[in-house]
């Protein structure tokens, strides 16, 4: 149950998965970078309104969870969660619609970027009130136990969100349960404007796991099969039977909390070099599959041309009709 | 047909639901082996097992939050809050979860979860243990909110609740706990959004909630010797409100008095009194709409104090009967 330890040994691409599996994840990380870089671009030139969270530099968390778990799994998502979308297999064009509010989005406009759920596939969605889900996380996992269906669920929080009351009772309650549930931290340095190490007095927020009798780990959240083998892990565990597990990825937000955010809490500097090749988890995981900087850009092209194309079809839809403006209040 | 209690037809209908529906399961503090705080789980753990019955640590947000996980699963939680004003610590789960999740992800899951908060004064349990709040839920798109004045009620209203698709806030009044009426043994529901005519009446409508009810027939008891009769209607439900009724009696009367426990300021008599304001019953009225409503205070521990805090018989007998006189 040691809470700091962080993966010594580096694992290997093939120990984890195929060529062919690693070149869809990268292109998934690519597809979601392209996706962002795309939103922010709308947002400039006035094309959406309403405000976004963007992941950029974060991506390797997206896929590193994802290629650990089986698509029957239940996935809560957090406010920061398209490429998480993604990796989980949402339909890009009802992203992209969603993003834009158009009747075809994955939730009919009514939800936004903040609110993307694909129930059938599992996604259950993105919450706008930090570390909430973490509770909503628990009743599946009551409904899984009580079926016995070998689901587990991965719910995601924020270092910010690690800090919410209602994370710590719903730790505990899945942990006197053996609620079958990985609770993941997604810790990308910042809360908004406050930094990860003046918000908590601890190292890692996987040090919490111990409160709770649960092991936690924390991982380089930029490396994806750090990630994998972390989720992998904390899976068996969960699937035995054997109650909750945390798992924490130590990233860094590239852009800004918001839209409206000023970035007066950092340098740029400091923001460039997580923007390196070095540090970036996109050139990262590349590096590792022996790919050139001409084949991520490559690659990178294509995403963006899938992004145009979703784009399309996005601004060609419908908005919502104001006449079912009510539909969805009540059942 | 028997006389049974408000908690014992609570009970009836949560375990007439849990027998017909496998996916009804119960989540709350000290619901398993004690019973729950005024009894109403009493026995249900040995009948159903501690898998559905489930005892919680004191985590009212964990707990809110898990029914609503559950039932956008699948499944048909009904959570128990001890007292309606621990309710206070679960908001984001009621409030921002369960009655948003299911308009902000474009009508793709269904929450139908049933919240049970026993709220209400007359218990010497003072401030943070007494409130009556249901009219906070009102104002939040998403959710219904019930309010049972007496067993059958109870019973049926919430057997209809648990078979909803929609997240409830059931308030029960813990001073009604204890009464009695006559409560069909099978299995039965009362739709929601259908008010009751308690009692009819043709020189003023009394529109009561909850524990109100009981306190206004017996404030006609001693009208009626005055030669005063008053109609009493029961919404039943505050949200949906069937307020058709509540507009033909005005029409019949001419004159309104709405009462509940909850703080008169902002509280559900104002809405209520604002919708026949803004239909065509204004133009029957004969006197301004009255309102008996809680003090703007907390509720105090003294007994007396309590007791004036909160609209009692003789106050809706005195507005009654300056409504009577014309006197307003």
């Known amino acids: ?331 | 047909m028997r006389e049974i209690t408000y908690v014992e037809a609570l009970r009836e209908a949560l375990r007439q639901s849990m027998e017909k529906d496998p996916n009804v399961i119960l989540i709350g503090e000290d619901i398993g082996v004690y019973g729950g705080s005024f009894g109403v789980t009493v026995g249900l753990i040995d009948l159903f097992g501690k898998e559905r019955v489930r005892d919680t640590p004191d985590s009212e947000a964990a707990l809110i939050g898990a029914c609503v996980g559950a039932a956008m699963s699948g499944l048909r939680p009904v959570g128990e809050i001890m007292f309606s004003d621990f309710v206070v610590d679960a908001m984001d789960q009621i409030t921002m979860q369960a009655a948003k999740t299911r308009y902000m992800f474009g009508a793709q899951v269904t929450i139908p979860t049933v919240i049970r908060l026993p709220g209400g004064s007359g218990t010497g349990a003072a401030a943070q243990h007494s409130e009556c709040l249901e009219n906070w839920f009102v104002h939040m798109p998403g959710l219904k909110v019930v309010v049972p004045s007496n067993a059958y009620d109870a019973k049926g209203l919430l057997m209809a609740s648990i078979q909803d698709n929609n997240p409830i806030m059931f308030f029960e009044h813990k001073l009604l706990y204890r009464t009695k009426c006559d409560v069909p043994e099978e299995a039965y529901t009362i739709p929601l959004g259908k008010s009751r005519m308690v009692r009819e009446g043709k020189h003023i409508t009394v529109v009561a909630i909850s524990i109100m009810v009981s306190k206004a027939l017996e404030a006609a008891e001693i009208l009626v010797k005055e030669g005063i009769e008053i109609e009493i209607i029961d919404p039943r439900t505050l949200k949906p409100l069937d307020d058709a009724p509540i507009f033909e009696s005005v029409v019949k009367t001419g004159k309104v008095l709405i009462v509940h426990e909850a703080v008169k300021n902002s509280g559900f008599g104002a809405e209520i009194a604002a919708r026949i304001a803004d239909s065509p019953a204004f133009f029957y009225l004969d006197a301004p709409i009255k309102r008996l409503g809680g003090m703007d205070i907390p509720i105090p521990y003294n007994r007396y104090l309590e007791r004036k805090a909160v609209p009692q018989v003789e106050d809706i007998v005195d507005e009654a009967r300056k409504l009577a006189r014309n006197e307003f």
Request: glycine share 10%; charged share 25%; aromatic share 8%.
């Open chain 1, 1 to 331: 149950m040691s809470s700091e330890k962080a993966v010594k040994k580096q694992t290997k691409l093939d120990e984890v998965m195929t060529r062919d599996e690693a070149l869809h994840w990268l292109k998934i990380m690519l597809l979601g970078r392209a996706f962002e870089e795309n939103a922010e671009e709308l947002y400039n030139l006035g094309k959406t309104h309403g405000t976004m969270h963007l992941s950029i530099g974060q991506e390797a968390v997206a896929v590193g969870i994802r290629s650990a778990l089986k698509s029957t799994d239940y996935f809560f998502n957090t406010h920061r969660g398209h490429t998480h979308f993604l990796a989980w297999g949402g339909e890009l064009n009802g992203l992209m619609a969603e993003f834009m509010g158009k009747a075809t989005g994955v939730c009919h406009g009514r939800g936004g970027s903040m609110h993307i759920a694909d129930i059938k596939k599992n996604i259950i969605g993105s919450n706008g009130i930090l570390g909430s889900s973490t509770a909503l996380s628990l009743g599946y996992g009551i409904n899984v136990q009580l079926k016995k269906t070998e689901q587990l669920i991965l719910v995601i929080f924020g270092d910010g969100g690690a800090n919410e009351g209602v994370v710590h009772e719903s730790m505990n309650l899945a942990a006197i349960w053996k609620l079958p549930i990985i609770f993941f931290c997604e810790n990308n340095s910042f809360a908004m404007s406050m930094r990860f190490k003046d918000a908590v007095a601890i190292k890692a927020i996987s040090e919490r796991a111990c409160a709770y009798g649960m092991p936690g780990i924390t991982v380089d959240g930029n490396d994806v099969l750090a990630i994998n083998k972390a989720v992998k892990d904390a899976a068996d565990f969960v699937r035995a039977g054997k109650g909750p597990y945390l798992v924490e990825a130590i990233t860094y937000r590239v852009r800004g909390h918001s839209r409206s955010d000023r970035q007066n809490y950092r340098t740029r500097e400091e923001v460039k070099e997580w923007i390196s090749k070095e540090k970036d988890p996109i050139y990262r995981f590349a590096k590792l599959l022996n790919l050139s900087d001409e084949d991520v850009e490559k690659f990178g092209k294509e995403a963006k041309l899938e992004i145009k194309k979703a784009l399309e079809f996005a601004e060609n839809s419908p908005e919502p009709s104001i006449e079912n403006i009510e539909e969805g209040t009540y059942a």
